[in-house]
């Protein structure tokens, strides 16, 4: 069975940068799209970013285009989100997920996604 591993969050100053790290395991990563997605307290999960499983295409929430980038190395089985400029409003808990169905398209409901890692926190201060 496939497991995710986050990692790569902490405190951050507004303004500033983080990079997550989503590593998976087994032989077969390379067939799926990745996703990003976040929860803040008393929210609900929401998408912040996909990516196709041959890495070419990419979709990102309104909320966090032109400041967060998602990219994948199928080399190392590890999926990235690099964030910059960061605000607040940023802070919760991140997760990576993988989509179910080999070579599907992007999606961006947490119900086309069956595989989850435990989340790394990241939190913003002003």
């Known amino acids: 069975q496939v497991q995710l591993g986050e990692s790569g969050g902490g405190l951050v100053q507004a303004g500033g940068s983080l990079r997550l790290s989503c590593a998976a395991s087994g032989r077969t990563f390379s067939r799926y799209a990745m996703a990003w997605f976040r929860q803040a307290p008393g929210k609900e999960r929401e998408f912040v970013a996909g990516i196709s499983w041959i890495g070419s295409i990419t979709s990102y929430a309104d909320s966090v285009k032109g400041r967060f980038t998602i990219s994948r190395d199928n080399t190392k089985n590890t999926v990235y989100l690099q964030m910059n400029s960061l605000k607040t409003e940023d802070t919760a808990l991140y997760y990576c997920?993988?989509?179910?169905?080999?070579?599907?398209?992007?999606?961006?409901?947490?119900?086309?996604?069956?595989?989850w890692g435990q989340g790394t926190q990241v939190t913003v201060s002003s």
């Open positions: 997920a993988r989509r179910f169905g080999e070579r599907s398209g992007l999606a961006s409901s947490p119900s086309f996604y069956d595989t």
